[in-house]
């Protein structure tokens, strides 16, 4: 199997963090508000006797807006550690061109 080349990879990096740059604005802005399922029987319009709506808490414990906080979170960490290595990537080529040019050592 053939590896992609690297600039291929770049420009596909490029796209990825595009994309993720409008994923995090949109997870970042709801991670703290319940889901948009149903929650409750109130909210699915049937009547039930001797229920107590909580809302503060169903959003609290609410599976799905926990899912997302999660990701939200891991998504910030391997964005720091994708930034980290490719700045080690990218000023590794560059002191190397530096180099390669004849251009003293910073």
Known sequence: MKHPRPRTMAEEIG?????????L???TAVQWSPSRKV???EDAGVRSKNV???PTEDAALD????ALRDEVRNSARLVVRAHRDLYK???GLERALDR???DPPE
């Open 15 to 23: 796209s990825d963090v595009a994309a993720l740059i409008l994923l």
């Open 25 to 27: 604005e949109d997870a």
């Open 39 to 41: 929650a409750s029987v």
């Open 52 to 54: 107590v709506a909580r």
């Open 63 to 66: 599976p799905l807006r926990l």
């Open 89 to 91: 990537a990218r000023l």
């Open 100 to 102: 390669w040019n004849g």
